[in-house]
């Protein structure tokens, strides 16, 4: 099994995030954050056999966010002491933290090593000060820099986030890739920039003051980092990540498998007893519900038989191992067209997705879904 936890906290607030997150945290809503989560864990341990009698070991845990770096080091022992150290592990289990690179400092880095993390995820997005201002991080180049270069030498895995967005130079962006890889990063999760209602990028864009990049751009970025990162030795193995063979993220391979993870934290979704949850976004929802003694769940869906195919063909489809072909609907549904536009390939009784099947992602999974009874 999985488990994830996400904190919400964050320094300040980027330009254009939409996750459940706050910069607004006392210590005290620190504290009861992670009361909270305890608290979540406890409930669904006590209304789940197969948890309470720890007939699960544990394979992977990822603190998300958030930005799990703004919290302090004696409060992530605790959050892991009452989760992960309750759970039996897995002999290779993996532990990853995602990091913001001006909140990881070397005290904090080594503090997460003695509390066991093995991976660290850090947000860097972009090297380029121009583009750091666009995207309002708190975080120059010359840190995310220092914060590269000393997670790879603390941390036995680092993975980088990136962002591909307006302003940037093909040029630019590769060498930045390039030099990350060059320090040990060896895992990259790259993120087409994506506008969303109520962040400060989309009213800058319906004020007309600032204009998203054209899609022929990005599609020429997004094509050239496959084939960059490819050339580097690191491949892509689903639509936004990319390694070093066996580098890959564990975490979320089980994601794709379709194995049981628990979520914890507000918004965190589960997949647990063939049902999924998601829980509430806001962070004071959240609370209000686990202090009271409820399950902050703010949906539940029990994943019918039909919702489970679906769901496994299009978490497949992400992926560089593609699909059997004896997965995809038998009515509606071209193969060869698809492969002619150049959106996939058959590979081995495989459909597989390119790089321009995968900027296209979002519409297959629709037809998908419309053809899938
Ligand atoms: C939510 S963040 C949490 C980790 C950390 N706080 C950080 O900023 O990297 C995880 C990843 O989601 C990305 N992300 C958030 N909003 C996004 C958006 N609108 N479009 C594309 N990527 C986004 C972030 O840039 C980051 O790489
Ligand atoms: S991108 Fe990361 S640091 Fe920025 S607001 Fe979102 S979670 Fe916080």
């Not at 991976?119 to 380029?128: E, I, K, P, Y």
């Not at 409820?294 to 497949?316: H, K, M, N």
């Not at 997965?327 to 321009?356: A, C, F, H, N, S």
Request: charge should be negative; charged fraction near 25%; include cysteine.
């Amino acid at each position: 099994m999985g488990l994830y936890i996400h904190v919400p906290f964050c320094g300040s607030i980027c330009s254009y995030c939409h996750f459940s997150r706050t910069a607004d945290h006392s210590p005290e809503n620190r504290r009861r954050f992670v009361d909270g989560v305890l608290a979540e864990f406890e409930m669904r341990r006590a209304g789940c056999g197969v948890l309470s009698a720890g007939k699960r070991r544990l394979a992977t845990c990822y603190l998300g966010g958030g930005t799990p770096s703004e919290l302090e080091a004696d409060l992530v022992a605790r959050l892991l002491e009452g989760t992960v150290g309750r759970l039996p592990l897995a002999a290779d289990f993996e532990l990853t933290a995602e990091a913001n690179p001006e909140s990881l400092d070397e005290e904090l880095a080594r503090r997460w090593r003695e509390l066991g993390v093995t991976r660290v995820s850090l947000g860097v997005q972009s090297l380029d000060a121009g583009v750091l201002d666009l995207l309002g991080r708190a975080c120059d180049p010359a840190t995310a820099r220092e914060g590269l270069a000393r997670a790879c030498r603390i941390f036995p895995r680092v993975s980088a986030d990136w962002i591909i967005g307006p302003g940037l130079r093909k040029e630019n962006l590769l060498a930045e890739l390039t030099e990350a890889a060059e320090l040990g990063v060896e895992h990259f999760s790259v993120y087409i920039l994506e506008l969303h209602q109520g962040t400060r990028l989309a009213a800058l864009a319906e004020q007309g003051t600032w204009q998203p990049a054209p899609d022929t751009e990005i599609e020429r970025l997004y094509l050239a980092v496959i084939e960059h990162l490819d050339g580097l030795g690191i491949i892509q193995y689903e639509v936004a990540n990319f390694s070093r063979p066996g580098a890959e993220s564990r975490h979320n391979r089980n994601y794709w498998l379709g194995r049981p993870w628990l979520g914890l934290g507000p918004s965190a979704h589960g997949f647990w007893g063939r049902r999924r949850y998601a829980n509430f976004d806001d962070f004071g929802d959240w609370l209000d519900e686990v202090e009271s003694g409820r399950l902050p769940e703010a949906s539940v869906d029990p994943l019918d038989l039909s919702a489970r195919r679906l769901e496994r063909l299009i978490l497949s489809l992400r992926t560089r191992g593609g699909v059997p072909l004896e997965w995809l609907p038998g009515r509606g549904w071209d193969t060869e067209q698809g492969r002619r536009e150049g959106l996939w390939e058959i590979i081995d009784g495989r459909l597989v997705l390119t790089g321009r099947g995968f900027l296209r992602i979002d519409t297959i999974e629709e037809r998908l879904a419309g053809l899938t009874p």
